[in-house]
């Protein structure tokens, strides 16, 4: 009897996915997708093309069409099993295992994307699945074998809400509400002429012995995680974060294109 070829594909090969694709070539059978084919080795992902699709890595940015998007990608590649390594809004895992009969799981990433590749073997990698997912044991395990192989490690989380929770809350918001707190200290140091970092030395050795007093650099949030992570969420009072950030781009004349 023959043996069925598997293969695993990431797809979206930018500052996540592709060091994702760089960890797993190591040790996996395994080719990248992305609509830039420039991103993509078309030869590697012409040769494995016949090969049945396994894990499924997903790292596609978030935007409306999101579950649209995992529905394709699923008809595209018909996968055994889709890992989601995007920031996604609470109950997204939820709402996406209701319309397919494979396994979803859910794994936040960590890291600054200019160091992902470093930062990714750094982290434990949280997971979370479904209680009404199928083959929920055979996906777990493969999981945890599969980043084990790579020297990561996982820790799994009791729900998936929790953990998409946790990236937005305890993570990109949180930087956020330490870099308002900052910018504002900024703009109060500047109204009576005071140096910033020199007042700031007041609460270094607190932050040592405490280690809950951290100086934050007071410039304008930028990028695609903390501000765009708010959207996911719709709390009134997160959505200060970029109340704020505007606030002190006005104050400060900062171009918000920086």
Known sequence: MNKIMKKDIVVGLGEIGLPILKLFSKTETIVGY????????????????????????VAIPVNSKFQNNIMKIYKKFNPECIIIHSTIGPGTTEKLQKKLDIPIIYSATRGVHKRMLKDLKRYTKFFSISKNAPRKTWATSNFKSKFQKIGIKTKKMSKPETLELAKIVC????????????????????????????????????????????????????????????????NQTLDLINKMNNAYAQKLKISKNK
């Open 34 to 57: 992305d609509l830039d084919k420039n991103l993509m080795n078309i030869n590697k992902f012409k040769k494995l093309e016949n090969y049945s699709t396994s894990f499924l890595h």
């Open 171 to 234: 993570d990109t918001s949180y930087l956020g509400w330490l870099v308002n707190y900052a910018q504002i200290s900024n703009v109060i140091a500047k109204d009576f002429n005071v140096n910033y970092d020199e007042m700031w030395e007041f609460s270094d050795e607190i932050h040592e012995i405490l280690g809950n007093r951290p100086k934050m650099y007071p410039g304008f949030i930028g990028g695609h995680c903390v501000i765009p992570n708010l959207e996911l969420i719709h």
